[in-house]
């Protein structure tokens, strides 16, 4: 048969650990194929066992089939799976910027990747240029000449895609193409592979973490848990009968809440005209010019816009971690100025609670900080309260942070943050580097907490389903102006702004439409 | 790096001394001992003796006898009671220079750091300027000006590889005050000077204790290189340097004047260097603590 | 900033510290009590009218501004001044030991490139290799060229009789080439390693493209431009092993020169010999700078 066929797959990584123990799956020419699970699952893994990709190691088995176009891939020697690697198999990478040559230019790398699938000489710049269009990127003297750092993660990852397809082949591996990216490009990237299925009748196994995701794009969904398939069946039955404990959880994960209409209750948090500028060499960089917003108390805000807009440099000036070139903010009449006094109201949750956690120090002294720096007393007392509420183990107490797991440093860093009793947390990013269930667990967490303790929440993300989970209103910034402000399902459903919409088009569908909908990828197409 | 410097329950049933040994590792344990050895000797020193260093005690130039285990040299003096004051010169203008160039450079490095403005800038731009020059250079010219003597040797190798300890402070604080911990403890209100000593400085231990494990063999040897040039410590003392450069005059007739002082050099600075090498393998900062 | 400009601070850093090291070395071996009269002096019967006599014909009569402005002004115009000692043109003087100098720096550094280079690309491609560069390394951190270079003496014109060794230019190369050797070839090594596992050379070989071009077309510079950081070290270890090296084997290079004129508080000699290997290791940082720039567009 033609297109891709694993039979019993199996991967024994050195260790000896069993990454995958028998994956079978299929792809004919011009369908996709998604291939989802958590990370550790032995997706990747599979992805790269298929195209002969792992490095090789003593202790490294690989055993099964994988037959393209009937022909055992395993069975080949190096030199003919060189043949098969780029002209038969095209990869497309998790990481964009990681899947270029940084010291080669663009049109160095597409001319080498053509030559090396056996372009002639003589038509190499015209095949290039075609890749590029066909990809989306205009072909010009100065895209050829550019560096991989001068270019956007969309154009990385439209480079690194035209790379792959250089020689024609008539099937694709890739490995979360969009999980690097920022929302609204990682929904033009999907539209982008769809249409290359569509267009070349081209195989498409698609690996992703994300479940949606892959259910919007795939004709058929494989589950993988622990090295094996779980789930497996068009999305529309995994997605509405979920068979097996994983696949339903993923699910369930994949539904987040939605919170509250907001309500009219007096301000407590207000920032008004805020500005702020960095200096960059000589010259100064504005990060955030006149934005306004108010908090009440118990109330959650949604900071949302993509990676450059300004959130994080508000959610600093919010914390009292820099100063506004101008602008205010007020807490029912103090200001930021005084950093131990204001830290007593304000506490910010940093992105990355790893980093954000002193390694030498264990999880009791981070959350004895606090008491030491503003000499408060019952530290014991009130440190079991708080891991209660956060749901922290108190056995936790004597690890260091690299010893917890993501979910239980997150919870320790907003412990930390609420042993000051403040009235105001700033989350930024919260959820991002957690996984689905987590990221569930962790939006449930804070919004008990601003409901419990009447805590304002200020919350930024790049991620309009997770903000809409918890925060009745959102504001949406881009190039460090508000753009568009308003309750977040009037704002999700009617953007008044393009930028919005773009960031609410890149949200995958729910999950509810997608049982109904045709796949728009079948063969037929 | 909290893991890498406490001891699991394991280590602490064999006790401090089997710890230290899985600590270093293979040859940070043959580094220890050599140091160890060398450090007796050093304080030791004349009690080891068994001649005067200074005075004849037999025939030029004799070879090595049951007597006289290294031999004498030129002008029938005790190699080996020579090569004892010498490892006592060395270790001591080692230890001293190495520790005047670590309160030199880390000190005026971090509080430099801990200012900043422009003044400071300036300072530790010239320093990180002046570690590109080979310290010999640096040391010689020193040297030339402040004169040769014990004091000014010592003096002239601390202004040396002081620059070396300036960046590796200046690096780590940098590092440390850009960590997210940081941020995080000066979010919850901490103070400045308690981000420094709370924080910072700890994590700023490890590399500069690094630095100096590493940088002491090489103060030695430039010790000697200097004594050797004739511009070292004090002219008539037998330091290694000296010795060698007396030896290489007989190097045909009595080559067991140069080869003893060489090996003693070799040796020390193999041991020093290896102990260096296995702290700096151990409290490597991109080590994950665990 | 633009890049000119950059590049352009870059260079003026360095050649504010070569005015700088010039101008501390001047005042420096001005303002310490004696100088080469004393010397002198004390080498063989001079009257203090004599002494007298000789400091003015010398200018050390003025204070240190003056000579420094003097000094200066000449320097400039390329003139160094006249040695103390032997009444020979300091520039002429350094012009003769330049060239052993250079050489001995030059193949040194050659050997220890290829040297360090071959054992990590072989070490890459042949695992069981590695402890070779994990030797070399050892040796390069334990053992100083100086000690090196005296066993070297020792075993080649002692107990080889390859006479004269003093003087013979291949070993102390070769004793700096192993140095340098040692201290490239094992990061360069596990920076291959590193970099044979990344991303982006695993989508090389998903296009097909061959072992040969991988390795020397995307793996080697990619680790070189990781390892140039360590040039500066490197230079240093090389300066300071070649002045060790020539008064170790008696060759008339640069650092005998200074040291002679060390010995003998001959100051424009020191002043001169100084200079011009400060101005070789800053034309050395300047060419890693460059040489950096060229290779990782990310720099620039």
């Not at chain 3, 390795?215 to 060790?244: D, F, K, M, Q, Y």
């Amino acid at each position: 048969m033609s297109g891709l066929l694993v039979r019993d797959l199996r991967v024994t990584l050195p260790g000896p650990v069993e990454a995958v123990r028998g994956l079978s799956l299929a792809v004919p020419p011009g369908s996709v194929v998604g291939l989802v699970g958590a990370s550790g699952c032995g997706k990747s893994v599979s992805l790269l066992a298929i195209a002969r990709l792992l490095p090789k190691r003593r202790g490294l088995v690989v055993s099964g089939e994988v037959l393209l176009d009937g022909r055992d891939l395993l069975a080949l020697d190096e030199v003919a799976m060189r043949g098969v690697r780029g002209r038969r198999i095209g990869v497309v990478f998790q990481d964009p910027a990681a899947a270029l040559d940084p010291l080669m230019t663009i049109g160095a790398q597409l001319d080498e990747a053509l030559a090396a699938n056996g372009a002639a000489p003589a038509g190499i710049a015209g095949r290039a240029q075609a890749l590029l269009e066909e990809v989306g990127l205009q072909d010009t003297p100065r895209l050829r000449a550019a560096w991989p750092h001068e270019l956007s993660g969309g154009q990385q990852q439209r480079v690194v895609i035209a790379l792959a397809l250089a020689g024609d082949p008539s099937l694709l591996l890739a490995d979360e193409p969009t999980t690097a990216l920022d929302p609204t490009v990682q929904a033009q990237v999907l539209r982008l592979l769809r249409d290359l299925v569509a267009r070349r009748g081209m195989g498409l196994l698609l690996v992703s973490h994300d479940l949606p995701l892959v259910a919007g794009q795939a004709s058929e969904v494989l589950v993988m848990h622990r090295g094996t398939v779980v789930d497996a069946g068009p999305p529309r039955a995994v997605l509405g009968t979920p068979r097996h404990p994983v696949s339903r959880a993923m699910v369930e994960a994949a539904q987040l809440a939605r919170a509250p209409a907001p309500r009219a209750a007096p301000a407590r948090l207000r920032v008004q005209a805020l500005r702020i500028a960095y200096r960059r060499g000589t010259h100064v960089v504005n990060a955030v010019q006149g934005v306004e917003f108010e908090i009440a108390a118990g109330e959650a805000l949604g900071l949302v816009g993509e990676s450059g807009s300004g959130k994080s440099s508000i959610a600093r000036a919010v914390a009292g971690l820099v100063a506004p070139l101008s602008g205010s903010i007020d807490l029912d009449g103090a200001r930021p100025g005084d950093p131990r006094a204001w830290a007593r109201r304000c506490q910010l949750v940093a992105q990355d609670p790893l980093g954000a956690l002193n390694p030498r120090h264990t999880a009791r002294r981070a959350l004895e900080e606090p008491f030491r720096i503003h000499r408060l007393p019952d530290a014991e007392a009130r440190i079991a309260a708080v891991l209660a509420e956060v749901g922290l183990d108190a056995a936790l107490l004597g690890r260091y942070p690299t010893q917890l797991s993501g979910g239980q440093r997150q919870r320790l860093c907003i412990a930390r943050a609420l042993l000051l009793d403040p009235a105001v947390l700033v989350c930024d990013e919260p959820v991002t580097a957690l996984d689905a269930a987590l990221r569930r667990q962790v939006l449930e967490l804070l919004a008990a907490l601003c409901a419990q303790r009447g805590l304002a929440l200020l919350m930024i993300s790049h991620d309009f389903a997770a903000v809409r989970a918890i925060c009745p209103r959102v504001v949406v910034l881009d190039a460090g102006v508000v753009i568009e402000s308003g309750p977040a399902e009037e704002v999700m459903r009617a953007p008044r702004h393009a930028r919005t919409a773009a960031l609410v088009a890149a949200l995958p569908p729910p999950l509810a439409a997608l049982g109904n909908r045709r796949c728009t990828t079948h063969p037929s197409a | 790096m909290a893991g890498a410097l406490s001891a699991t329950p394991a280590d602490r049933a064999r006790g401090l001394g089997g710890w230290l040994a899985a600590w270093l590792g293979g040859w940070g344990q043959l580094g220890l001992a050599i140091t160890v050895l060398a450090v007796a000797v050093a304080l030791l020193g004349p009690a080891l003796s068994p001649f005067d260093p200074l005075a004849p005690s037999g025939r030029r130039l004799q070879p090595p006898t049951a007597e006289h285990w290294l031999g004498l040299d030129a002008l029938g003096r005790d190699v080996l009671s020579r090569l004892i004051t010498g490892t006592q010169i060395s270790i001591a203008v080692g230890i001293a220079a190495t520790l005047l160039a670590f309160a030199l450079g880390a000190g005026i490095g971090l509080l430099a750091c801990a200012i900043g403005g422009p003044v400071a800038g300036l300072f530790l731009g010239a320093m990180d300027l002046l570690r590109t020059l080979p310290s010999i250079l640096l040391a010689l010219v020193l040297v030339a000006a402040i004169g040769t003597g014990t004091g000014p040797v010592t003096f002239a190798l601390g202004l040396a590889f002081a620059p070396v300890f300036a960046r590796v402070a200046r690096a780590g604080y940098l590092r440390e005050m850009g960590a997210g911990y940081v941020t995080a403890a000066r979010g919850l209100g901490a103070s400045r000077v308690r981000l420094v000593l709370v924080h910072a400085a700890p994590n700023l231990v490890g590399p500069l204790l690094t630095q100096a494990a590493i940088i002491l063999p090489r103060v030695i040897t430039k010790e000697a290189v200097l004594s050797f040039f004739g511009v070292g410590a004090a002219p008539e003392a037998p330091t290694w340097g000296r010795l060698i450069a007396e030896g290489t005059r007989f190097v045909e007739r009595a080559p067991h004047l140069v080869l003893a002082p060489v090996l003693a050099l070799a040796v020390v600075t193999l041991g020093l260097s290896l102990l260096g090498d296995a702290t700096r393998r151990r409290l490597d900062p991109n080590r994950v603590a665990g | 900033m633009s890049r000119a400009g950059r590049i352009g601070g870059v260079a003026l850093r360095q050649v504010l510290l070569l005015l700088g090291i010039t101008v501390a070395v001047f005042v420096l071996l001005r303002v310490v009590p004696g100088d080469a009269v004393d010397v002198m002096a004390s080498e063989g019967d001079i009257t203090v009218a004599q002494e007298d006599l000789l400091r003015r014909m010398l200018g050390l009569d003025i204070g240190w501004p003056g000579q420094l402005l003097a000094w200066g002004s000449d320097a400039l115009m390329g003139d160094l001044g006249t040695s103390l000692r032997y009444g020979q043109p300091v520039s002429d003087m350094v012009w003769a030991a330049l060239p052993v100098t250079l050489g001995l720096a030059a193949a040194g550094l050659a050997i220890g490139l290829a040297l360090g280079v071959a054992l990590a690309l072989l070490a890459m491609l042949r695992p069981g290799l590695a402890a070779l560069v994990d030797a070399l390394n050892v040796w390069s951190i334990v053992m100083p060229t100086f000690c090196v270079g005296l066993a070297g003496i020792l075993v080649f014109s002692v107990w080889l009789g390859w006479l004269p060794s003093l003087g013979h230019g291949l070993v102390p190369a070769a004793i700096i080439g192993l140095d340098i050797g040692g201290q490239i070839a094992k990061p360069l090594m596990e920076d291959l390693r590193e970099t044979a596992e990344a991303r982006f050379v695993t989508a090389l070989r998903s296009r097909g493209v061959r072992r040969g071009a991988l390795v020397w077309r995307h793996l080697l510079p990619n680790s070189l431009t990781a390892v140039l950081p360590l040039a500066g070290l490197i230079v240093a270890g090389l300066v300071g092993g070649t002045l060790t090296m020539e008064v170790l084997f008696g060759l008339p290079g640069l650092g005998a020169l200074l040291l002679d004129a060390i010995l003998g508080r001959d100051y424009p000699v020191v002043q001169a010999a100084i200079l011009v290997l400060s101005a070789a290791v800053i034309a050395a940082n300047l060419a890693t700078e460059a040489m950096q720039r060229a290779l990782d567009p990310r720099v620039r």
